[in-house]
């Protein structure tokens, strides 16, 4: 039952916030990388947001001072805040773990996305 789902996306106006979630089952979310991507129409997938398996968080320079990534471990859950919209964060946002097991074989696994739309 190894799964992300992600949750939290909707409509908003410029200059509001939303509050993803990325909540994981089969496997705990503090021994992996986990990253937020976005993809909009005609553009391609793009990294936003990640947090390390020690807690470092890195942002894309377009999200920077606006976005925030945290996990809850108890709830085994990724979050990521945004702030400040913009009608360019309109995409869909997908949040992916990624770790090295035991045989040195990366494993990567994928939600199915939410939508993010700002608009006036």
């Known amino acids: 039952q190894l799964q992300l789902v992600e949750s939290g996306g909707g409509l908003v106006q410029p200059g509001g916030s939303l509050r993803l979630s990325c909540a994981a089952s089969?496997?705990?979310?503090?021994?992996?990388?986990i990253g937020w991507f976005r993809q909009a129409p005609g553009k391609q997938r793009e990294l936003v947001a990640v947090i390390t398996s020690g807690g470092n968080t890195n942002y894309a320079d377009s999200v920077k001072g606006r976005f925030t990534i945290s996990r809850d471990n108890a709830k085994n859950t990724v979050y990521l805040q945004m702030n400040s919209l913009k009608p360019e964060d309109t995409a869909v946002y997908v949040c992916n773990a990624e770790v090295i097991n035991f045989r040195r074989t990366k494993l990567v696994y994928w939600g199915q996305g939410t939508q993010v739309t700002v608009s006036s």
């Open positions: 089969g496997f705990p979310v503090d021994y992996y990388a």
